[in-house]
């Protein structure tokens, strides 16, 4: 039987199969063994032990064609970031160092700026400006009032899409407007693992529709990008791509170098000042990270 991690607790694997329900599994030795450890998201075949209390192990994990490690996923087809337009305002770098990390995964990023019936038009326009002009779709949202909810449902429909965000901007909220409509298996597997609420919050998923996901992954306040070197970052930030062989040098770093098209790029206003600051703090960060 092949089914979906959707949590895991203590040592408990919880699989969604589709049109069978949820599973409580434990992982075979082999994968100790090979120093394997099952992740939130993972395709897995498993093996019944009992049919009626829905228990069983698993004794494959299919191949991912991703995984990340903060949080601790895998198989994501695309991350839903949720930001909250005001109250509090983005913390940019914040928002720039996730759209590194996923861009350094090739995981397509949609933005959810939420709480946009307290903002003012130009703090919306200012966000739409920056993030939509560096080829990221955006869409503003409203929890509270059910607004643009419809097609924030379009863009993750057939998907598997980690939901993440720093904590107070609504992204619980936003879950819960999308969630009652999940089928009853949600509630199984609410059921199924009660004793595992007072744990720290782990990454879980819950089925939309039959082929449809969400990952609530914890709230975060802090990214350290640590996983490459200083020479690739620029190669994350999508809008320097067409300034790409136009400086004077050669790889050029686009930090101090002189007739560097990308900061002919900043100065002339058609790459964001705010995201070229990102770049310099995080080339500066890679650059200092100590070797081992």
Do not use: W
Not at 57 to 66: A, E, G, M, Q, S
Not at 106 to 123: G, H, S
């Amino acid at each position: 039987m092949q089914g979906k991690i959707v949590k895991g607790i203590a040592g408990f694997y919880y699989i969604h199969v589709v049109g069978s329900g949820v599973y409580e599994c434990k992982a075979k030795g082999i994968f100790r063994k090979e120093k394997i450890k099952p992740l939130v998201g993972d395709n897995v075949d498993i093996e019944v032990i009992d049919g009626y209390e829905k228990t069983g192990n698993i004794i494959r994990i299919l191949p991912r064609k991703n995984e990340l490690i903060r949080p601790a996923v895998a198989n994501i087809d695309q991350a839903l970031v949720v930001f909250a337009v005001t109250r509090p305002s983005p913390h940019f770098n914040l928002l720039d160092r996730f759209l590194v990390m996923m861009e350094s995964k090739r995981i397509p990023v949609i933005l959810c700026f939420n709480k946009e019936d307290i903002a003012e038009d130009v703090q919306i326009e200012t966000l739409e400006r920056i993030y939509s002009g560096c080829g990221y779709p955006c869409v503003f949202t409203s929890a509270l009032k059910q607004r643009n909810i419809g097609r924030v449902k379009e863009l993750l429909s057939g998907k598997t899409t980690a939901i993440a965000g720093p904590s107070g901007v609504g992204k619980s909220s936003i879950i819960n407007v999308l969630q009652p409509e999940a089928n009853m298996e949600t509630g199984d597997i609410s059921r199924k693992i009660e004793r595992g609420k007072h744990t720290t919050r782990h990454s879980e998923l819950f089925p939309i529709d039959g082929d449809s996901y969400i990952m609530d992954t914890p709230g975060f306040s802090s990214l350290y990008i640590s996983d490459f070197e200083k020479e690739e970052l620029k190669y994350y930030f999508p809008e320097f791509g067409k300034y790409e062989g136009m400086c004077r040098f050669d790889g050029c770093s686009h930090t101090h170098e002189p007739d560097c098209a990308v900061k002919k790029g900043v100065s002339d206003g058609e790459i964001a000042v705010l995201r070229y600051e990102s770049y310099k703090e995080m080339y500066e960060e890679l650059k200092d990270k100590r070797r081992y």
